[in-house]
C-alpha cells in the first residue's frame, strides 16, 4: 500500500472514530440533561467537533433535538464547521493546481 494511500486510509478510520465518539457523546448529554445529571461540559462537544466529529454531532443534535436552540454553542458548532468546509476547499483547490 502506497503512503498516499495509507493517509487516506487512516484518516477515514478516524473519521468514521470521532464521528461515532461525538453522537455518543451528544447523546449521552442529552440524557444526563433529561435526568438533570451532572452533565458534559460544552468546550468537550465542541473539542469532537474541532477534532472532525460535526457529522455525528450534527446527527446527535437533530435527533434528540439537542443543543439546537442554545445560541452561543451554535455559533461556536457553525464556526468550527465553516472552518473544516474552508480547508476542505483550500485542499482542494491545491489539489487541482498540483495535479
Known sequence: MSWPSALILAAC????AINLVAFMTFA????LSVERAR?????????????GG?????AAMALYRHKTRKQPFQRN????VAGHAGLAFAGF????VLH
Open 54 to 58: 460535526e457529522f455525528g454531532a450534527l
Open 93 to 96: 483547490l491545491a489539489w487541482i
Open 39 to 51: 452533565r458534559v461540559p460544552e468546550w468537550k462537544l465542541l473539542k469532537l467537533v474541532a477534532w
Open 13 to 16: 478510520v478516524w473519521l468514521a
Open 77 to 80: 458548532f457553525w464556526s468550527i
Open 28 to 31: 449521552r448529554d442529552k440524557r
